[in-house]
C-alpha cells in the first residue's frame, strides 16, 4: 500500500507508474477525497476544541449556582454537527481505502517499461538436452511409467488436477525435501509449515484481496482462503508486529500445497501440469531493512537458481517488464525452465521485492537500534521452486528413448539410490 502522504508529493510519479503498469485509476479523485477529508478534520477539531471549552464555561457556571441552559444549548447545535461530520469522514475515508488499496506498487527504475513483450533475458544457464529421437511430452510418459493419472484425479476432483502415483509420489517428496535441506542447511532459511487456510486480512496484507478475489478459493460459511502460495501466511508471521533492528534480516522457507483457480482458456496448457488448481511449492520470504532489500532480491534469485543447477536443468532468468510485474511487486525476476518434449521454457519462479507495500498494508515495522525509529520493513519473496513444472521439465530433459526418466545426481539420495523410473508393466 502506498502512503497517502506519498501519493500527494508524489503524484506524478504514482500516475506515470500506474500508466506504465496499463492500469487505469483516478488518482485526482483520490487526492481530491483527501483534501475534502483534511478540510473536514480540520473542521471537526474547531468544533470539539469549541465544544472542550464551553465544556468548561459549562463546569464554571454550575460552580456559581448560575444557569448554563444557553451555552448547553448551543454546544447541543455543535455536538450534532460534530456527528455529521465524523459520518461525512467515515464515508470518505471508506471511499479513499478502497481506491488506495487497488493502487500497484511503484516499479523500481530498472524495470522495463511496457508489456510482457518487454521483459528482458538477463541471464541463462545450462543447455537445452538434444535426443536421437523424437521426446514425449510429460503427459505421454506419465502415462507410459505410471507415476501420474489425470484421468483418476479428474474422476475425484474435476479437470487440472493431479494424482502422483509411486514413484511419481515419491519424485515429489524428494523434490521437496532436496529443496528444504538446500535452504535451510545452505542457505541459512529458517523452515515454517504454516495453514494451508487463511483469513482476510492475511490476504489483504500481501496484496492478493481485493484485486485478485475471483481467482482465490473461498470458504464463504468462515470467510477463509486457501492459500495461493505460502507467501500469504508466511509473511503475514509478523503482521501487526514492530521487530528489533538486530533480528533483521529475517529468512523463512516452507512448503505448502497452493491453489488457484486458474480461469479461463489456456489452450494445450489445460492438459498436463502446466496449469493446474492445486501444486506443490517450496516457497521463500524475507523481512530485511529497505536499504539492503534490492541486494536480497539478487541472493534470493541466486538460492532459487541453485535449485535448478543442482538439478541440472537448463533455464532462463527474465527481469518483468512494468505491464506483467505482479500488484504489490516492485521488481520481479522470473525463472523460466526450459523443457524439452513440450519445447517451451515454463516459468517455475518468480523472485519478487516488494520494498514496504506489503509491510504498510500488514503493518510490519522495525526499531532502528541507534535511534528508536519506527519504520517499515522490505518484504521480498520468491519459489524456491514451484512443482509441477519442475516434474514437467525433468520427466522430459531427462527421459530415454525406451521412455524411462533418468533421476537427476543431486535427487538420488532422496530416492534410496534410484537412478532411472521404469514403467512397472
Same mark, same amino acid.
Given at each position: 500500500?502506498?502512503?497517502?502522504?506519498?501519493?500527494?508529493?508524489?503524484?506524478d #510519479?504514482?500516475?506515470?507508474?500506474?500508466?506504465?503498469?496499463?492500469?487505469?485509476?483516478?488518482?485526482?479523485?483520490?487526492?481530491?477525497l483527501?483534501?475534502?477529508?483534511?478540510?473536514?478534520?480540520v473542521?471537526?477539531e474547531?468544533?470539539?476544541?469549541?465544544?472542550?471549552?464551553?465544556?468548561?464555561?459549562?463546569?464554571?457556571?454550575?460552580?456559581a449556582? =448560575? $444557569?448554563?441552559?444557553?451555552?448547553?444549548?448551543?454546544?447541543?447545535?455543535?455536538s450534532?454537527?460534530?456527528?455529521?461530520f465524523d459520518?461525512k469522514?467515515?464515508?470518505?475515508?471508506q471511499k479513499?481505502t478502497?481506491?488506495? %488499496?487497488?493502487?500497484?506498487n511503484?516499479?523500481?527504475?530498472?524495470?522495463?517499461?511496457?508489456?510482457?513483450?518487454?521483459? *528482458?533475458?538477463?541471464? !541463462?544457464?545450462? =543447455?537445452?538436452?538434444?535426443?536421437?529421437?523424437?521426446?514425449?511430452?510429460?503427459?505421454?510418459?506419465?502415462?507410459?511409467?505410471?507415476?501420474?493419472?489425470?484421468?483418476?484425479?479428474? =474422476?475425484?476432483?474435476?479437470? $487440472?488436477?493431479?494424482?502422483?502415483?509411486?514413484?511419481?509420489?515419491?519424485?515429489?517428496? &524428494?523434490l521437496?525435501n532436496?529443496?528444504?535441506?538446500?535452504?535451510t542447511? *545452505?542457505?541459512?532459511?529458517k523452515?515454517?509449515?504454516?495453514?494451508?487456510?487463511?483469513?482476510?486480512?492475511?490476504?489483504?496484507?500481501?496484496?492478493?484481496?481485493?484485486?485478485?478475489?475471483?481467482?482465490? %478459493?473461498?470458504?464463504?460459511?468462515?470467510?477463509?482462503?486457501?492459500?495461493?502460495?505460502?507467501?500469504?501466511?508466511?509473511? $503475514?508471521?509478523?503482521?501487526?508486529?514492530?521487530l528489533d533492528e538486530?533480528?533483521?534480516?529475517? @529468512?523463512?522457507?516452507a512448503?505448502?500445497?497452493?491453489f488457484?483457480?486458474?480461469?479461463?482458456? @489456456?489452450?494445450?496448457?489445460?492438459?498436463g501440469?502446466?496449469r493446474?488448481?492445486?501444486?506443490?511449492k517450496?516457497?521463500?520470504?524475507?523481512?530485511v531493512?529497505?536499504?539492503?532489500?534490492?541486494n536480497? #532480491?539478487?541472493k #534470493?534469485?541466486?538460492?532459487?537458481?541453485?535449485?535448478?543447477?543442482?538439478?541440472?536443468?537448463? %533455464?532462463?532468468?527474465?527481469?518483468?517488464?512494468?505491464?506483467?510485474?505482479?500488484?504489490?511487486? &516492485?521488481?520481479? @525476476?522470473?525463472?523460466?525452465? @526450459?523443457?524439452?518434449?513440450?519445447d &517451451?521454457y515454463?516459468?517455475? !519462479? !518468480?523472485?519478487?521485492?516488494?520494498?514496504?507495500?506489503?509491510?504498510?498494508?500488514?503493518g510490519?515495522?522495525?526499531r532502528?537500534?541507534?535511534? *528508536?525509529?519506527?519504520? %517499515?520493513?522490505?518484504t521480498l519473496?520468491?519459489?524456491?521452486?514451484?512443482?509441477a513444472?519442475?516434474?514437467? &521439465?525433468i520427466?522430459?530433459?531427462?527421459?530415454?528413448?525406451?521412455?524411462?526418466?533418468?533421476?537427476?545426481?543431486?535427487?538420488?539420495?532422496?530416492?534410496d539410490?534410484?537412478?532411472?523410473?521404469?514403467?512397472?508393466?
Amino acid at each position: 500500500m502506498l502512503d497517502i502522504k506519498f501519493i500527494r508529493d508524489n503524484k506524478d #510519479l504514482v500516475k506515470e507508474s500506474i500508466k506504465n503498469r496499463r492500469l487505469t485509476i483516478d488518482i485526482d479523485e483520490l487526492l481530491r477525497l483527501d483534501d475534502e477529508r483534511r478540510k473536514l478534520l480540520v473542521e471537526v477539531e474547531g468544533l470539539k476544541n469549541q465544544r472542550n471549552k464551553a465544556n468548561d464555561e459549562i463546569t464554571g457556571l454550575m460552580k456559581a449556582k =448560575k $444557569n448554563p441552559k444557553e451555552i448547553i444549548d448551543k454546544m447541543k447545535v455543535v455536538s450534532q454537527k460534530i456527528s455529521d461530520f465524523d459520518t461525512k469522514v467515515d464515508e470518505i475515508e471508506q471511499k479513499l481505502t478502497k481506491i488506495t %488499496y487497488i493502487i500497484p506498487n511503484i516499479p523500481d527504475k530498472s524495470v522495463p517499461i511496457g508489456g510482457p513483450e518487454e521483459k *528482458k533475458i538477463v541471464k !541463462s544457464w545450462g =543447455k537445452n538436452p538434444t535426443f536421437d529421437f523424437n521426446p514425449r511430452t510429460h503427459i505421454e510418459l506419465a502415462e507410459l511409467l505410471g507415476i501420474i493419472s489425470f484421468g483418476t484425479a479428474s =474422476k475425484i476432483s474435476g479437470s $487440472n488436477f493431479i494424482l502422483f502415483l509411486g514413484l511419481g509420489a515419491r519424485l515429489e517428496r &524428494a523434490l521437496i525435501n532436496f529443496m528444504l535441506d538446500l535452504h535451510t542447511k *545452505k542457505h541459512g532459511y529458517k523452515e515454517v509449515f504454516p495453514p494451508f487456510l487463511v483469513n482476510r486480512r492475511s490476504m489483504t496484507g500481501t496484496g492478493q484481496l481485493p484485486k485478485l478475489e475471483e481467482d482465490m %478459493y473461498r470458504l464463504k460459511d468462515d470467510d477463509l482462503f486457501l492459500i495461493p502460495t505460502a507467501e500469504v501466511p508466511v509473511t $503475514n508471521i509478523h503482521a501487526n508486529e514492530i521487530l528489533d533492528e538486530e533480528k533483521l534480516p529475517i @529468512y523463512y522457507t516452507a512448503y505448502t500445497a497452493c491453489f488457484r483457480r486458474e480461469a479461463g482458456s @489456456y489452450g494445450k496448457d489445460t492438459r498436463g501440469m502446466i496449469r493446474v488448481h492445486q501444486f506443490d511449492k517450496v516457497e521463500l520470504v524475507k523481512f530485511v531493512k529497505p536499504e539492503s532489500s534490492f541486494n536480497e #532480491l539478487e541472493k #534470493l534469485l541466486a538460492d532459487a537458481e541453485e535449485v535448478l543447477q543442482l538439478l541440472e536443468l537448463p %533455464y532462463r532468468v527474465v527481469l518483468l517488464s512494468t505491464g506483467d510485474i505482479s500488484f504489490a511487486a &516492485a521488481k520481479c @525476476y522470473d525463472i523460466e525452465l @526450459y523443457s524439452a518434449g513440450t519445447d &517451451a521454457y515454463l516459468e517455475v !519462479s !518468480s523472485c519478487s521485492n516488494f520494498t514496504d507495500f506489503q509491510a504498510r498494508r500488514a503493518g510490519i515495522r522495525y526499531r532502528q537500534k541507534a535511534t *528508536k525509529k519506527i519504520s %517499515y520493513v522490505h518484504t521480498l519473496n520468491g519459489s524456491g521452486v514451484a512443482l509441477a513444472r519442475l516434474v514437467v &521439465a525433468i520427466l522430459e530433459n531427462y527421459q530415454n528413448k525406451d521412455g524411462s526418466v533418468n533421476i537427476p545426481k543431486a535427487l538420488t539420495p532422496y530416492m534410496d539410490g534410484l537412478k532411472v523410473i521404469m514403467s512397472s508393466e
